[in-house]
Antibody, heavy 116, light 108 residues
Framework: EVHLVESGGGLVQRGGSLRLSCAAS????????MSWVRQAPGKGLEWVGS????????YYVDAMKGRFTISRDNAKNSLYLQMNSLRAEDTAVYYC?????????WGQGTLVTVSS | DIQMTQSPSSLSASVGDRVTISCQAS??????LNWYQQIPGKAPKLLIY???NLQAGVPSRFGGSGSGTDFTFTINSLQPEDFATYFC??????????FGQGTKLEIK
């Protein structure tokens, strides 16, 4: 059974940094694109970015370019999201998901709260 | 960037009803359109990919159609567990991709 488990969320001050992790199991992690999607409280879904199977290609939504970095460690079956210069509007539940063009498995999400 | 417009934003229906949700893209995206279901407090779940393909394990009462800029998501014979929020998402060209704003389906 596929499992994606996010961790690393929490309360951080504006301007601070946080690194989210996503532990994958139950599938061949190194064979799939992986993505991060976020959802602000009471709002819709927002694509954050995606990373190719071998990490050679990465894509980000414009609002996060230069502040957020996606990486992966295929030996550890893990996906990461490094978030810097955090803003109040980055407060959201962050989901990792397998795939890129469509997201066929999702983790349960981890909440990031940016305090001002 | 491609903009996705979903309608309606909310919808009330009864168990057994047939419901339809629309999604319009700001430019031609062929059939690169996906639909997700999100139950409150849970992660989204992929239901339909590439406009009309049912994801494995998803009941056949869910369906999708359309191409170009106009797409439709349908639930036949609503079940109690179908009351949720539904999102469309375009996947044309390279990431990042855009979601629609969501349609909340409530019990009448």
């Amino acid at each position: 059974e596929v499992h994606l488990v996010e961790s690393g969320g929490g309360l951080v001050q504006r301007g601070g940094s946080l690194r989210l992790s996503c532990a994958a199991s139950g599938f061949t992690f190194s064979s799939y694109w992986m993505s991060w999607v976020r959802q602000a409280p009471g709002k819709g879904l927002e694509w954050v970015g995606s990373i190719k199977e071998d990490g050679s290609e990465k894509y980000y939504v414009d609002a996060m370019k230069g502040r957020f970095t996606i990486s992966r460690d295929n030996a550890k079956n893990s996906l990461y999201l490094q978030m810097n210069s955090l803003r109040a509007e980055d407060t959201a539940v962050y989901y990792c998901a397998s795939g890129a063009s469509y997201l066929f498995n999702w983790g349960q999400g981890t909440l990031v709260t940016v305090s001002s | 960037d491609i903009q996705m417009t979903q309608s309606p934003s909310s919808l009330s229906a009864s168990v057994g009803d047939r419901v339809t949700i629309s999604c319009q893209a700001s430019q031609d995206i062929s059939t690169y359109l996906n639909w997700y279901q999100q139950i409150p407090g849970k992660a989204p779940k992929l239901l339909i990919y590439d406009a009309s393909n049912l994801q494995a394990g998803v009941p056949s009462r869910f369906g999708g159609s359309g191409s170009g800029t106009d797409f439709t998501f349908t639930i036949n014979s609503l079940q109690p567990e179908d009351f949720a929020t539904y999102f469309c998402q375009e996947s044309d060209n390279a990431p990042p991709y855009t979601f629609g704003q969501g349609t909340k389906l409530e019990i009448k």
